[in-house]
């Protein structure tokens, strides 16, 4: 199974910071990859598939980039409404089986 | 609107089951690729389990031979019994409408959760 290493586990950022977080795979995936953002007693939500590609209706600000076995997640501004922990998200295609990073808790400097 | 509303949570005992519920509205649970994940309490994600619109089925390894994913078409429901529970088991379990096979890390929407604690 292709593992999925998270980091960093969590940070502290200050409103209008640039946060970056990265997962990589313990081998290649292509582009296969989502990130999704969760908050507090909520359900995940994602924000970019395909490694690169912005879910629709989600802020600018969220950018995904990377393939292979490398990947990040950018918030170029940080806004309040984003302290949240985010989770990368890969798939194996036989057998089906997902595959999430062990998360990153984006908190408030 | 499209919906899901789990329900079937509660307090068991190491060693037993329960049968978890996911209601849906607005749209076909058939037609779907339907999913379960968990969350343990503080902790990260885990997928649990598949439910293809052919039917077939998919596990983690952690819950492979203990748990079953399955449908009622005429609720528009999905289910997931849970047998042999353990300790290790404990967490939030969410059911979602995913994947899909153009966007295989696909999940929305998801329910809101229903918190399965087993403890003697």
């Known amino acids: 199974d292709i593992q999925m290493t998270q980091s960093p586990s969590s940070l502290s950022a200050s409103v209008g910071d640039r946060v970056t977080i990265t997962c990589r795979a313990s081998q290649g995936i292509r582009n296969d990859l989502g990130w999704y953002q969760q908050k507090p007693g909520k359900a995940p939500k994602r924000l970019i598939y395909?490694?690169?590609s912005l879910q629709s209706g989600v802020p600018s600000r969220f950018s995904g980039s990377g393939s292979g076995t490398e990947f990040t997640l950018t918030i170029s501004s940080l806004q309040p409404e984003d302290f949240a922990t985010y989770y990368c998200?890969?798939?194996?295609?036989?057998?089906?089986?997902?595959?999430f990073g062990q998360g990153t808790k984006v908190e408030i400097k | 609107e499209v919906q899901l509303v789990e329900s079937g949570g509660g307090l068991i005992q190491p060693g037993g089951s329960l049968r978890l519920s996911c209601a849906a509205s607005?749209?076909?649970?058939?037609?779907?690729?339907m999913s379960w994940v968990r969350q343990a309490p503080g902790k990260g994600l885990e997928w649990v389990s598949v439910i293809y619109s052919g039917g077939s089925t998919y596990y983690a390894d952690s819950v492979k031979g203990r748990f079953t994913i399955s449908r009622d078409n005429s609720k528009n429901t999905l289910y997931l019994q849970m047998n042999s529970l353990r300790a290790e088991d404990t967490a939030v379990y969410y059911c979602a409408r995913g994947p899909r096979v153009s966007d295989p890390n696909w999940f929305d929407p998801w329910g809101q959760g229903t918190l399965v604690t087993v403890s003697s």
């Open positions: 607005g749209f076909t649970v058939s037609s779907n690729y």
């Open positions: 998200l890969q798939h194996n295609s036989y057998p089906p089986t997902w595959t």
């Open positions: 395909a490694a690169s």
